[in-house]
Each structure stands twice: as C-alpha cells, then as structure tokens.
C-alpha cells in the first residue's frame, strides 16, 4: 500500500508542471486526497484537497487561482497542475490520502492522514 508522488523538476518562473500521486494496493476513491509542500526551514504546510467523488476542493491562498487540484477515479490518480509558479513555490510536495472521504475544514492538519507519499522536489528558479 503506497502513494507515489511524481512530475516535480526545475521550471523558470512563471512556468507550469503538473504533479501526479498515483495509488497502489488500495483505491483512491473513497478518500479525500490532498497535497502539501514543505520548504528548506520551514513547516509542512497544506496546498489543496480535493474529496472523493464529489470533487469538493480547498485551496491554500497562495495558491488559489494558479493551482488546480483535480482526480481520476479511473486512473487512481489525483493530479497539481501548478501555474504561474514563483520562487516561493520551490519545496517539496507531497501528496496524502484522508480516509475521511470529504476535505475536511482543517485539510492543513497533517494527522488525519493515514498514507503519504514520498515527495517531489518542485524547484522554480530562472
């Protein structure tokens, strides 16, 4: 049972990537799923969530409006496209799985999580 965490690497600012958290040993669907990014020195902090089949999401005010969370069911998949990124974006992400199947109102909160991903290195720089 693991969730891999993909799609990170180096883009200039202003450039998009798309992140990938795929599932193995068990199904996506009846879990809200939600990315976080940790920064050199800094705390874990939630980006996004998104609940399980109803597709409610939350996002972070930095990155609302320049991030989309979004899911496929089908592919056990849940996908960041990231846009307009800056310098302050550079950190890793991580994605992680909530049995709870709607976002709840403190997503930010690391301890309902039960499975994580191992992190992508996201690292924006000209």
């Known amino acids: 049972v693991q969730l891999q965490a993909s799609g990170g690497g180096l883009v200039q600012p202003g450039g998009s990537l798309r992140l990938s958290c795929t599932a193995s040993?068990?199904?996506?669907?009846?879990?809200?799923i939600a990315w976080f990014r940790q920064a050199p020195g800094k705390e874990r902090e939630g980006v996004s969530c998104?609940?399980?089949?109803?597709?409610?999401?939350y996002y972070e005010d930095s990155v609302y409006g320049r991030f989309t969370i979004s899911r496929d069911n089908a592919k056990n998949t849940v996908y960041l496209r990231m846009n307009s990124l800056k310098p302050e974006d550079t950190a890793v992400y991580y994605c992680?799985?909530?049995?709870?199947?709607?976002?709840?109102?403190?997503?930010?909160?690391?301890?309902?999580?039960?499975?994580w991903g191992q992190g992508t290195l996201v690292t924006v720089s000209s």
């Open positions: 992680a799985a909530d049995p709870n199947p709607l976002c709840r109102g403190t997503y930010y909160n690391t301890l309902p999580y039960k499975y």
């Open positions: 040993g068990f199904t996506l669907d009846t879990y809200a």
């Open positions: 998104i609940s399980d089949e109803e597709g409610i999401t």
